[in-house]
């Protein structure tokens, strides 16, 4: 399936999609900073641009960890980044009444992997009639990224995407098989890999998650041969310094470059 969004079209195999931003919104300057300079890249690489950020991050190790401004004013926030640098959004929903308001800003409705098995959360999403990312939960094989699709198609919405984020390991590790990518990909929906996501190291730092952010381009570029459609980055501008999962995210000095070998391996690719 092919997935039409703004001016550009997700799966058709011929242009790289990348999602990409911050975690967590931090501050209206770290979004305008970082929205400015992916679009910039994108526009130079020629690649498809959705700016990323999580208005609420309720997943959070802690419950002291540092979660976001929240849904009104991280609303706010993102809707003068996407009149601004006039790119589109997606971010996470995790409640079902969220939807609909979430939907009124952002282009993308993504589902976290802990509750893509959520059905009511599901359900809201679809009835948005906007894109519905659901990101493959720890504790499932592909394979079961069937049903829990039917629930957005049963419920009116076939614009779906599934995003392979890492699969549990033993404890406090995560593994890509690129199997999955496959196996997704044959359900007939646009596949997104998530490569700062699977390189976390959940639970690793006691009260909060680790990673190890050096293998991203590395895994992201395996991804790219596997067959993927679009890739996910969180990216900051100086993620040591970030207020949620820093360890695992991609410095946006860094962007280009990584960008750049993925485009390049998507290509050889699909020739």
Same mark, same amino acid.
């Given at each position: 399936?092919?997935i039409?969004?703004n001016?550009f079209l997700i799966?058709?195999?011929k242009?790289l999609?990348?999602?990409?931003?911050?975690?967590a919104?931090?501050?209206?300057?770290?979004?305008d900073e970082t929205?400015k300079?992916?679009?910039?890249?994108?526009?130079?690489?020629?690649?498809?641009?959705?700016f990323?950020s999580?208005f609420?991050?309720a997943?959070r190790?802690?419950i002291?960890?540092f979660?976001?401004?929240?849904?009104?004013?991280?609303?706010?926030?993102?809707?003068?980044v996407?009149d601004?640098?006039n790119?589109?959004?997606?971010?996470d929903?995790?409640?079902?009444e969220?939807?609909e308001?979430?939907?009124?800003v952002?282009?993308i409705?993504?589902?976290?992997a802990f509750?893509c098995?959520q059905?009511d959360?599901l359900?809201?999403a679809?009835?948005?009639g906007?894109?519905?990312n659901?990101k493959?939960?720890?504790?499932?094989?592909?394979?079961?990224?069937k049903?829990i699709?039917?629930k =957005?198609? $049963?419920s009116?919405n &076939?614009?779906? *995407?599934?995003t392979d984020? +890492?699969?549990?390991? @033993?404890?406090?590790?995560l593994v890509?098989?690129?199997?999955?990518?496959v196996?997704?990909?044959?359900l007939?929906?646009?596949? =997104?890999? $998530?490569?700062?996501? &699977?390189?976390q *190291?959940p639970?690793?730092? +006691?009260?909060s998650t @680790?990673g190890?952010r050096?293998?991203?381009p590395?895994?992201?570029n395996c991804?790219?041969?596997?067959?993927?459609d679009v890739?996910?980055?969180?990216?900051?501008?100086?993620?040591d310094c970030?207020k949620?999962d +820093?360890?695992?995210?991609?410095?946006?000095?860094d962007?280009?470059?990584?960008?750049?070998k993925?485009?390049?391996?998507?290509?050889?690719?699909r020739?």
């Amino acid at each position: 399936m092919v997935i039409e969004l703004n001016n550009f079209l997700i799966g058709d195999n011929k242009k790289l999609t990348i999602l990409a931003g911050p975690c967590a919104i931090e501050s209206q300057d770290i979004l305008d900073e970082t929205a400015k300079t992916l679009k910039e890249i994108c526009q130079k690489l020629d690649i498809n641009y959705v700016f990323k950020s999580s208005f609420d991050k309720a997943n959070r190790s802690s419950i002291n960890s540092f979660r976001g401004p929240g849904m009104e004013k991280g609303l706010e926030m993102l809707q003068r980044v996407k009149d601004k640098y006039n790119v589109p959004i997606v971010t996470d929903i995790h409640l079902p009444e969220q939807a609909e308001p979430v939907s009124k800003v952002a282009d993308i409705l993504q589902i976290p992997a802990f509750l893509c098995r959520q059905t009511d959360l599901l359900v809201a999403a679809a009835k948005t009639g906007k894109i519905v990312n659901i990101k493959k939960g720890q504790f499932l094989a592909p394979e079961q990224m069937k049903s829990i699709a039917q629930k =957005v198609v $049963d419920s009116g919405n &076939s614009k779906i *995407m599934l995003t392979d984020r +890492g699969t549990t390991f @033993g404890y406090n590790n995560l593994v890509s098989d690129f199997r999955s990518i496959v196996i997704m990909k044959q359900l007939g929906f646009p596949v =997104v890999f $998530d490569a700062t996501h &699977s390189v976390q *190291m959940p639970g690793s730092n +006691g009260d909060s998650t @680790g990673g190890d952010r050096r293998f991203v381009p590395l895994l992201a570029n395996c991804a790219m041969a596997a067959g993927a459609d679009v890739l996910f980055f969180e990216i900051h501008p100086n993620p040591d310094c970030a207020k949620c999962d +820093g360890a695992n995210m991609l410095s946006l000095n860094d962007a280009e470059k990584v960008f750049a070998k993925c485009k390049e391996i998507f290509e050889v690719v699909r020739k």
